[in-house]
């Protein structure tokens, strides 16, 4: 089984942490994302692709100096950075269409664990979700019956908490591809939500609720991982 990992962008609003580093080599609790990303994988995660960007270099050098011999790594430069969803769309050569081969899609800055992970993939279809107690900038989700994702709106102006916020770990298949990436008006970014909103129409994704109040933001979501038990 395949994982796709989007370690492209620079992490802006993580000021001079990222200055001369990726967001994804930052480090939390003495490991940078990457390495924590790479040790929840399961063990049939067997080939990753990793989608570069800001300083893809550094990515590269640690990615295959500690997980080169563990893992099967591609890796894909991407230039515009703004265009998350485009990122996703960059690995579709690895996936052909008519398979309806089954990936995960993880953020570059998501610290998943092992459970939160064992969890999504006990669904055919799956998303990792967090429930967030402060009004901050994401993905809502709406759920229905049995935890099925209905609805995910982007928010860029905060939503009002406490609400469920989609997570950076995604189960879905070859199908994705098929998907059109739309602009957010107010970001002028084209995020991921664009296309996964129109994959959730089309199949039933279903939340994992992860860790409430997970996510690394600005240098003070790192500061507050760090002493997070």
């Given at each position: 089984m395949k994982a796709v990992i ?5 992490g ?11 967001k994804?080599?930052l480090?939390?609790r003495?490991k940078t ?7 929840s ?5 067997n ?11 550094q ?7 500690y997980?080169?011999t563990?893992k ?13 969803a485009?990122s996703v769309l ?7 269409e ?8 993880i ?6 664990n ?19 107690n402060k009004?901050?900038?994401?993905g809502a989700?709406?759920?229905g019956?049995n935890?099925?994702?209905?609805e995910?709106k982007e928010?860029?102006m ?5 609400f ?8 879905v ?5 098929g ?5 957010h008006k107010?970001s ?12 959730i ?6 939340a994992?609720?992860g ?7 600005s240098?003070?979501?790192?500061d507050?991982?760090?002493?997070t038990?």
């Amino acid at each position: 089984m395949k994982a796709v990992i989007l370690a492209a962008g620079r992490g802006r609003r993580m000021g001079y942490l990222t200055k001369d580093l990726p967001k994804p080599l930052l480090k939390v609790r003495g490991k940078t994302l990457l390495d924590h990303i790479f040790e929840s994988l399961p063990k049939n995660i067997n080939e990753v692709i990793v989608v570069i960007g800001y300083k893809g270099d550094q990515i590269r050098l640690h990615l295959e100096k500690y997980y080169g011999t563990k893992k099967l790594l591609h890796f894909i430069h991407v230039k515009e950075l703004h265009k998350i969803a485009q990122s996703v769309l960059a690995v579709s050569k690895f996936f052909p269409e008519s398979t309806k081969e089954r990936f995960l899609i993880i953020y570059g800055d998501e610290l998943p664990n092992r459970i939160e992970m064992k969890q999504c993939l006990a669904h055919r279809y799956s998303w990792l979700c967090h429930q967030i107690n402060k009004s901050i900038s994401a993905g809502a989700v709406k759920l229905g019956k049995n935890k099925r994702i209905l609805e995910v709106k982007e928010k860029r102006m905060g939503n009002k908490p406490p609400f469920l916020a989609a997570g950076g770990v995604m189960l879905v298949d070859s199908d994705i591809f098929g998907y059109k990436p739309r602009l957010h008006k107010s970001s002028k970014e084209y995020h991921v939500t664009s296309i996964m909103g129109q994959f959730i129409k089309d199949h039933q994704v279903y939340a994992v609720v992860g860790r409430p109040d997970w996510y690394l933001t600005s240098s003070k979501d790192i500061d507050r991982a760090n002493k997070t038990p």
